[in-house]
């Protein structure tokens, strides 16, 4: 161990068979240096992601600094956006105490929010660098997943947005100060942070995968992740208990996640798959951008 450093490690379950235990704190102190693991998670989401993004865009001929750029204003807009969409949905829990709006550091990002905002900051960012933004969609778009499966691991830190009470193998322990009424009696529940997070990374080798047949149309990978997010989305909500604010008795990222669906599937029913060509799909757009993609050496397409 580093000298100077001083971690706190999670306690092992004693009564339970089998159990994920959560950490014993949400802050990692390095020295005299304390961080809250929340942000760092987020910020460890955003560098994975700006890489995966330089990596893929350098494999389509152009610089990977473009990403850099982009991202720098990209990135602090999405913390925005996921911020004020968390506050309008769940505006009651600030009554009384309004300048915690500004504490991103104790949780409470909506990611719906974060992506309105974040990938309408970096597509209007790629247009007047007089970028191609399809390729900039398909370049960047998988990075997003990956980010927010490492940003979920901060919910974990902060023992927050758990779902319903589960004795399965992988349930996870929650300490009594972070449960939910009438839940105080339980001691271990699903670990929704998880199973976001896995989904994600599903989702990340997906859109790996359609990118590299080439069977939509440039820039419809962004129709596929939001589908696809939304998707799991959809059923992470089913199974969380945490306060929400409801719309018809049912939460308000539950009708997110359907109205994301809708759009994005409608558009790719419309638009998204490319016109065969002479029996090869993916030649009829931009053919010299392909074959430079397939073939430039030392550079995949992650």
Known sequence: MLAGTDVVLPSMPTSLLASIPSPGSGSIDLGPLTLRAYGVMIALGVLAAVEIGRRRWAARGYDPDDITAIATWA?????????????????????????????????????????????????????????????????????????????????????????????????????????????????????????????????FGVLVLIDRRRVLKPGRLLAVYVFGYGLGRLWVETLRIDHASLLLGVRVNVWTSLFAMLVAGGFLLVSGRRADHAGRPGLVDQPDRVAQDTDAPGRPII
């Open 75 to 203: 990135v602090p807009a999405g913390l925005i956006g996921s911020r004020i969409y968390h506050v309008i949905t769940d505006w009651k829990s600030f009554r009384g105490r309004w300048l915690d709006v500004f504490a991103i550091w104790q949780g409470g990002l909506g990611i719906p929010g974060g992506l309105v905002a974040g990938i309408g900051v970096g597509l209007w960012v790629t247009h007047r660098r007089g970028l191609s933004v399809p390729d900039a969609i398909d370049a960047c778009i998988p990075g997003i997943p990956v980010a927010q499966a490492i940003g979920r691991l901060g919910n974990w830190f902060n023992q927050e947005l758990y779902g319903k009470p589960s004795d399965l193998p992988w349930a996870l322990e929650i300490d009594l100060a972070h449960r939910h009424p009438p839940h105080l009696d339980v001691e271990t529940f699903h670990p929704t942070f998880l199973y976001e997070g896995l989904w994600n990374l599903a989702l």
